[in-house]
């Protein structure tokens, strides 16, 4: 392949990639949790590290959250019903997904992933609080069967977020 | 607002004859009540401040702010642990600027003046511009009144004539025993902490981190996805007769329960997968073979809410977390979270320990969340009513529940004694007054 056509692929990649995490926002923001989640594998993880340890391995250290699609559909249930106090009523959100890139040399992807890199800023209305959560974006995104009304599957979400400490947001009851 | 003892009486009403008890919701709003709880409380009390194993080498320190002042707690070169302010001695920047690490010194950035870990003054670049009666001997790192030790949880207190630690823990030191056994080598504290905050009056959340009534209705959800998981019997267990409340003096307090979640210190849960059978099964045993069927059975299937006054909560739950509660204003409080676990356990341990710890604890948990609203909404109708009084009788007619407030009583009343200046509280409830319904 020429480097133009190399360039022209990569290119294509990075905008269905853009495409794809601009569209899972929007169904963030409109509180589409069901269908959020129907962009996730069966064998996902979603993991946010704790403020003080942006690196921090799941397995090994004290996150904020750290699910697996069982989990994680708890999570939407959760939000889904009128018990989740934090968020009902629902909170208005924007997110605002930027700065995406796909590293090649990303650690831990497994053939026929691809590794996405962006930065989230999210904002969150409710009760006359205003927060701001702003972050960078880790995912390992797998190709979706050609009949899937999206591009990829979610195998993994990261969200590393720039805030010191939760404060003084208090908690982190969206989905980011 | 200016207090005056008449006040104080008037915060709490503790009528043990009819069983009624009241805090006035001054309490949690005034700033006349924060300062005072600063001097009086905050000041007089043993506060928790870390973990033996956040600083187990010579040279690991950690700084932290103890009710409001920097510190860094720190084992020195020569083995020893201390606790010194975070302050040079020469014009008072912070001399230690990361959060952790392992140090030969500390060196101020502001005029280079260089600490031992031992806070030792060792270095002043030109020295010879002061006369000799600026003794660098005297100008070592100022520690901490006093600091002291239990089971490897150290405390410092800002008051020289506190009562030993091991006195004022009183009927506490069982429960911490009850954590500190938990793991054959000892405990420690895991990487990563739950730093967030609220709203709300610091004294909501410690009240909070011990009450079993709102567990049900609060935290619909989270049991709701312990049943999903094939558990359906989950918030049932607080309401069990084994389900009690402890008052263990000096305003300690406890909530000691039948776990209705999955606890990777040897509780199976269907969440936990078939394969983890065996190794709880052998946790378990080697529980028993240490410390007998009573004790094991007492660590591995019944959990407990530890109060350590006043703001230390040793929650032995669905995970094992040290939560740490610090006032800031009246209305709003910082919260930290730590995860501890046994020393050496398994990776596969370690990482149940932690999907438990993080489904329901925490600012991003399926429960936490809720307890912040719930606390904020208190601190709006408090705003709004803060002459009423807030009711904390449930229970007073009988022995204790877990689902009853004796443990938030056993707070109040040491509270009330602190801030009227009086030492510690009386805590016994004595004759129990009639039930509901029944006329006396």
């Known amino acids: 392949m020429s480097v133009a056509a190399a360039a022209s692929e990569t290119l294509l990649t990075r905008l269905a990639v853009e495409d794809f995490l601009y569209a899972e926002a929007a169904l963030l923001d409109a509180w589409r949790l069901d269908d959020w989640l129907a962009l996730f594998t069966e064998d996902c993880r979603y993991f946010i590290p704790a403020t003080d340890l942006p690196d921090g391995d799941p397995r090994a250290t004290l996150g904020l959250i750290d699910d697996d699609r069982a989990r994680l559909q708890g999570r939407v249930d959760r939000l889904n019903s009128a018990k989740a106090y934090r968020e009902f009523p629902w909170s208005r959100t924007t997110r605002l ?11 831990d992807t497994a053939p026929g992933e691809l590794a996405v890199a962006a930065n989230c800023a999210a904002w969150r209305y409710r009760k006359g609080d205003e927060q701001t959560l702003v972050g960078a974006l880790e995912y390992r995104l797998a190709p979706a069967a050609d009949d899937a009304p999206a591009a990829f599957r979610i195998r993994s979400k990261r969200v590393v977020l720039t805030a010191e400490a939760l404060r003084p947001h208090g908690t982190l009851s969206i989905i980011l | 607002m200016a207090l005056d003892t008449q006040d104080l009486q008037d915060a709490v009403i503790d009528d043990r004859e009819r ?227 402890y008052d263990l003096g000096n305003g300690h307090a406890v909530v000691d329960y039948p776990a209705p979640f999955p606890r990777a210190i040897a509780r199976w849960h269907p969440i936990y997968g078939e394969d983890a059978k065996d190794e709880l099964q052998g946790i378990r045993d080697e529980l028993v073979d240490r410390c007998g069927e009573e004790r094991a059975h007492r660590m591995a299937e019944t959990c407990r809410n530890l109060l350590i006054y006043p703001n230390l909560l040793l929650l032995d739950v669905a995970g094992l977390t040290l939560r740490t509660v610090w006032p800031v204003r009246p209305d709003y409080m910082e919260l930290t979270g730590y995860a501890l676990a046994p020393r050496g356990e398994s990776a596969a341990q370690t990482r149940r320990r932690l999907e438990g710890f993080n489904l329901f604890l925490g600012p991003g948990g399926l429960a936490t969340p809720d307890d912040i609203e719930a606390l904020e909404a208190c601190q709006e109708g408090f705003a709004a009513t803060a002459e009423d009084y807030s009711d904390i009788s449930r229970g007073m007619h009988r022995d204790a529940a877990t689902v009853d407030e004796l443990q938030m009583r056993a707070f109040w009343r040491e509270w009330q004694a602190n801030m009227l200046g009086l030492g510690h509280g009386a805590h016994d409830e004595g004759p129990k007054p009639a039930p509901a319904g029944v006329a006396s």
């Open chain 1, 97 to 107: 997904i930027t700065n995406v890139r796909l590293p090649a040399d990303a650690p």
């Open chain 2, 19 to 245: 069983g009624v008890f009241r805090v006035k919701r001054t309490t949690m709003t005034a700033d006349a009540m924060w300062h005072l709880e600063r001097k009086r409380v905050f000041d007089q009390c043993w506060l928790y401040v870390g973990h033996t194993s956040e600083i187990a080498e010579p040279g690991d320190f950690v700084r932290r702010k103890v009710a409001g002042r920097p510190l860094v707690f720190v084992r020195g070169r020569d083995g020893e642990v201390r606790a010194f302010y975070n302050s040079c001695t020469h014009r008072g920047a912070r001399v230690c600027r990361q959060d952790h690490g392992n140090t030969k010194s500390f060196q101020c950035f502001y005029h280079a003046w260089t600490f031992s870990t031992e806070g030792k003054l060792v270095g002043i670049p030109d020295k010879e511009g002061y006369a000799h009666a600026v003794d660098p001997a005297e100008l070592g790192l100022r520690p901490v009144a006093r600091l002291a030790c239990y089971r490897d949880f150290w405390f410092v207190s800002f008051n020289p004539e506190v009562e030993p630690l091991e006195d004022y823990l009183a009927g506490a030191k069982e429960y911490i025993d009850l954590v500190a056994d938990q793991g054959a080598d000892g405990m420690c504290v895991l990487p990563g902490t739950h730093q967030y905050a609220c709203n709300a009056n610091w004294k909501l959340m410690v009240e909070n981190s011990v009450d079993g009534y709102h567990g049900a209705p609060l935290h619909h959800t989270y049991f709701a996805f312990l049943a999903s998981q094939g558990d359906d019997d989950g918030a049932k267990q607080l309401r069990s007769v084994e389900a009690r409340a």
